[in-house]
């Protein structure tokens, strides 16, 4: 069982960077792979970026690479999500979620637990 709770989400200006953190609990945090997914009102949830177990391997949205960065820290059972250039369309409830695989998914239903989102809007 893992527990998550995301932060870092908040208002900011097209251009503007935020860094989201996410933080579980749980002893074997370091064997599960971790995913960032997002959704925006009125559409369906969908994957931004995700990152193996050992952190070795992530995978990215077209929409977003380049501009977003995944990484984990297994030691401080925390992951994140460096967000830089932000955009208008980046604007969504931001989650983290987890799977007891060594191998990251971009796929929603390949994850087994989830946080409960932050916001993040981003101005015009």
């Known amino acids: 069982q893992v527990y998550i709770v995301e932060s870092g989400g908040g208002l900011v200006q097209a251009g503007d960077s935020l860094r989201l953190s996410c933080a579980a609990s749980?002893?074997?945090?370091?064997?599960?792979?971790m995913g960032w997914f997002r959704q925006a009102p009125g559409k369906e949830r969908e994957a931004v970026a995700a990152?193996?177990?050992?952190?070795?391997?992530?995978y990215y949205a077209d929409s977003v690479k380049g501009r977003f960065t995944i990484s984990r820290d297994n030691a401080k059972q925390t992951m994140y999500l460096q967000m830089n250039s932000l955009k208008p369309e980046d604007t969504a409830v931001y989650y983290c979620?987890?799977?007891?695989?060594?191998?990251?998914?971009?796929?929603?239903?390949?994850?087994?637990?989830w946080g409960q989102g932050t916001q993040v809007t981003v101005a015009s």
């Open positions: 979620a987890a799977r007891p695989r060594s191998i990251a998914t971009m796929r929603r239903d390949d994850y087994n637990y």
């Open positions: 990152i193996s177990w050992s952190g070795g391997n992530t």
């Open positions: 749980g002893r074997t945090f370091g064997r599960y792979a």
